[in-house]
């Protein structure tokens, strides 16, 4: 209770403020005559308080500085209260949620939620008396156009104005638009047209981003055909990352062409749930030999252009790998849909359709499935079916000049020196799904087998070492020793505990 904000507004007032005020009374000159300067100094109050400051705290030369430096104490002082006032509703706040809707309200700047969220909360943020005068919308070229305006109205207007000042929109209508189930809302009243789209289409002025900062130049030439204007930014050309190759691999990006397994290419267990068997395996393979390579797992990502085949690749790495320590699972496995937004250093995509071309014939589903890799990008697609497709071709023109076969270097490890542009001597084609998931497994056993019989060499070594007891010499000590049998002031000592004092002191 003594320690509370109220008690500080307490003692503000009736032991600060109130010295304070009776100080200004005696120092203020009163009726034109002059008070010494020497009164300021004597009669301040708050002597105490300012005994670390550096000294002397009243120069003693003219009443206006000795003045200000009275006044400025007091605004330090008064400062701290009023920070404590602030905090006072922390008091009476109990819960979680009273206390974030404090500071929704009183105290943040910046407050970031999505549209969906606005529109759920709209009716209490309008309540709580929410205040802002700017929004930044992002992606908004993937939120309906109806649900753009949801943000824009969470806050009454003031004497009948609307205290909004600005509204950027930033997004980009090259990549998907808002989901819409229902085709006839979709197609014939064209309800996935943003309102960014929209406004970009009535040509009003936007400002383009004219460079890329994320892929390889390679792979930006996949999707930058289909922007004005987009450059490489410097440093995609400059930095080491970039200019080294893909352990154990060619080619930075590919098109690895998939056959039928067992006779069996694409499938449809459930109406529009599409899963593909042979590119799931095969993309799963893929992931296992870059992390026995020692691609770090949280560097590549498994994207599917379909539901069904992303469940089928997680059911594949939950058999296969996931609960190897050697391999584990990649950082996500999800939907070209989903990932829009979102990027990693290698994108292995698995485009799953063999029949006909399916929803990548959206040109926008084509350049998000092609942006989001920074290093590599490893797309296995059935490639008779996709290279007819028109709207496709910039894209595919451009990954089918490189081999349709995965092309390797066997025994190369992550990371390596090889840089990207230098030829690769002696590589390996493989031939299709079974070839690699053959060498795959056979790369593991010998892998597995290695770390053995280093296992065991290494016990052996240490069982030579081992010693009896009684074995071990005694040598003099010559550093200090303490006077105490068990004082241990050692300063040569021990490691551990250093260790143990570094990580206290960080
Ligand atoms: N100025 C920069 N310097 C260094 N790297 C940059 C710069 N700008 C962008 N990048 C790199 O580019 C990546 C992509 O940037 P960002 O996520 O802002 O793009 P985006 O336009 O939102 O992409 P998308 O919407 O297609 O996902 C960043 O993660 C960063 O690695």
Redesign the pocket.
């Known amino acids: 209770v003594a320690y509370t904000c109220e008690t500080a507004g307490h003692f503000f007032l009736y032991q600060v403020l109130a010295r304070w005020e009776k100080f200004l009374a005696t120092v203020r000159p009163s009726d034109g005559k002059t008070v010494p300067v020497k009164t300021i100094k004597t009669e301040f109050p708050f002597h105490g308080f300012f005994e670390n400051a550096p000294k002397p705290l009243f120069k003693e030369k003219s009443y206006e500085t000795d003045m200000e430096i009275a006044e400025g104490c007091f605004r330090y002082i008064e400062k701290m209260f009023t920070q404590l006032e602030e905090f006072r509703a922390f008091e009476l706040l109990r819960s979680g949620l009273d206390r974030s809707k404090y500071l929704l309200v009183k105290e943040a700047k910046i407050i970031a939620m999505t549209c969906t969220h606005a529109a759920l909360k709209r009716k209490e943020l309008v309540d709580m008396g929410f205040k802002y005068d700017n929004i930044l919308m992002e ?1 908004s070229a993937q939120i309906l156009e109806i649900e753009t305006f949801i943000p824009l109205l969470l806050q009454n207007p003031q004497d009948g104005f609307n205290r909004l000042k600005r509204w950027i929109m930033i997004g ?1 209508h090259n ?1 998907l638009p808002p989901v819409i189930k229902n085709m006839a809302f979709q197609k014939y009243s064209n309800m996935e047209q943003s309102l960014f789209t929209r406004i970009v289409r009535l040509g009003v002025p936007t400002v383009d ?1 004219d460079a ?3 892929s390889r130049a390679t792979i930006a030439n996949l999707y930058n055909w289909r922007y004005k204007k987009l450059d490489n ?1 410097s ?1 995609v050309g400059v930095y080491a990352e970039y200019q080294k190759a893909n352990a154990g691999l060619v080619y930075d990006f590919q098109l690895i062409n998939v056959e039928d397994f067992n006779g069996v290419g694409e499938s449809e267990p459930n109406p529009y749930f599409y899963q593909n068997l042979a590119e799931a395996e095969y993309c799963v393979a893929l992931f296992m030999y870059m992390r026995l390579l020692g691609y770090p797992a949280h560097k590549i990502t498994i994207l599917s252009t379909y539901n069904g085949q992303k469940h089928l690749i997680r059911d594949v790495i939950n058999t296969r790998c996931a609960d190897n320590p050697l391999i584990g699972r990649p950082h996500k496995v999800t939907t070209v849909d989903k990932y ?4 990693n250093d290698y994108i292995l995509l698995s485009l799953v359709r063999t029949a006909s071309v399916g929803h990548l014939r959206d040109v926008r589903r084509l350049i ?1 499935a092609m ?2 890799a ?1 290093l590599g990008l490893y797309v296995f697609a059935r490639v008779s079916l996709f290279r007819n497709c028109f709207e496709l071709t910039p894209a595919f023109n451009q990954l089918m000049i490189r081999p349709q076969q995965l092309h390797i270097v066997p025994h190369e490890t992550f990371p390596t020196s090889r840089l990207n542009t230098s030829r690769v001597p002696n590589s390996v084609a493989i031939q299709d799904m079974v070839h690699m998931t053959t060498l795959v497994y056979n790369f593991y056993m010998d892998k597995v087998n290695g770390m053995k019989k280093e296992f065991y060499s290494k016990a052996k070594l240490n069982a030579d070492k081992w010693k009896k007891p009684g074995d071990i010499e005694v040598k003099d000590v010559e550093t200090h020793v303490a006077i105490h049998p068990g004082g241990d002031s050692d300063e040569s000592g021990d490691e551990e505990e250093k260790e143990e004092e570094k990580m206290d002191t960080e």
């Open positions: 992606e980009d990549q981003l890329q900062g994320r930014m440093h829009q937004g979102q990027q998000v942006s989001r920074r």
